[in-house]
């Protein structure tokens, strides 16, 4: 722990323009956030671009699993995507802290269209293999790396400390209403135009976002002269970690759930084709329900987040997600599995929102891009090893038993933590009792 410490995230009537709510705006508390100009800016050019992934993301999951028809290729695939965020993230929480989020933001939302055109490009000259949808991802995930901790960290910029539960909880409805619309649009048009046509509209959808960083209005960036060096600098954040119990807690839940509890997502063409006997809309209507739940769990979050214990809410959304997942391991019936699915989703974002949220008020401004950065790699660099894992149990015991035993792990360290890791204390300032 530091010997002194940290300022805290500033009020919004402290912090700087960024942080301030355009005026003669009156929102209800469930869409406070919307009430600063750069937010809703921001948040429209998201959920453009975040359709345009989930088109993708669908679409190349059918794509792989066509090609060769093995749960052990769309588990490297993912493996591939993720091996890179997790050897980088968190010197992408270094960069986050160093310099301008909204110019990382630029960069890496450039790099993202490319590969997409690229992707597009390989699928309509029809040369494309697993090998290079593997290597394209692994492009992708080393930009991620840097773009997801300097996202993440963003959002405190744009609304401040008094709005930044409702922000996060509404960037976790925009994300999982592109959940909803993504895969049941891909669905649809995989038929349509293609599996090219599904790449390359992902790759026009950046220019949403990209146009978006472009109108946000941000006082100059000033450059610290004083950062440690990258080493010691990661030591700074993780001895932080490390030292405040809660937030060591909510990185091993996050960890765990990523390994062993969201990674079943990899195996949805597995279900959707042999378990359920569908075909691509079948595979897009199942992700589309996951997403729809998260998108109720993301605005219930909002509107009733700040009424309730956030060490409640937390592990209501774990338990909740982790005993649903499993009753769907088991369905044969598409209906039953798309309605264990929604709730699946409603619990899955209401525990992954309150983790991020949790985790910002914890940290101070200045180890927020690197403490981002554990907690990215907790979430996201994990899931490579996950999705590795998943695929292998799939192999050998079949995709409903792998389902199943990784919902029983995640249930498992739950109720350990539970007991002895992370009791959260009451803060005055955040809202009710941890």
Known sequence: MPEKPRPEIPDTTTADLR???????????????????????????QVISLVGTWLQSTAEGWLVYQLRGSSVDLGFIRFSNMLPFALLA????????????????????????????????LVWRGVIQVWQVAAIGFLLGTVNAFDVPARQSFVVELVGRKDLDNGIALNSSMFNLARVIGPA??????????????????????LAVIAGYGMLRLPKFEKRADHPPVFRALREAGSYILGNGPLRGIMMLVSTFSLFGISFNVLMPVFAKDILGGDATTFGTLMSFNGGGALLGGLALATFGKKFSRRHVLYTGLFGCSI?????????????????????????????????????????????????????LAFLGLSSVGSLLTGFLAKHFGAPQAVVIGTSVCALIGLLLWRRIIPLPAESTSGPPE
């Open 185 to 206: 649009v891909a669905g649809l048009l995989i038929g349509i135009v293609g599996m090219a046509g599904c790449f390359l509209l992902n790759g026009l959808s950046y």
């Open 90 to 121: 968190l010197f992408g929480g270094i960069v986050a802290d160093r310099h301008a989020k909204r110019s990382i933001l630029l960069c890496t939302q450039i790099a993202s269209m490319m590969l997409a055109l690229l992707l597009a490009l």
């Open 19 to 45: 942080r301030l709510p355009s005026r003669g705006i009156r929102l209800p508390d469930a869409f406070s956030a919307f009430q600063h100009r750069n937010y809703r800016i921001f948040f429209t050019g």
């Open 324 to 376: 649903l997942n499993s009753l769907f391991a088991f369905s044969r019936v598409q209906w039953l599995s798309c309605g264990l699915l929604l709730f699946s989703g409603f619990f899955m974002i209401i525990f992954l929102a309150t983790a991020n949220t949790s985790t910002q008020l914890r940290s101070p401004d200045d180890l927020r891009g690197r403490i981002m950065g554990f907690y990215s």
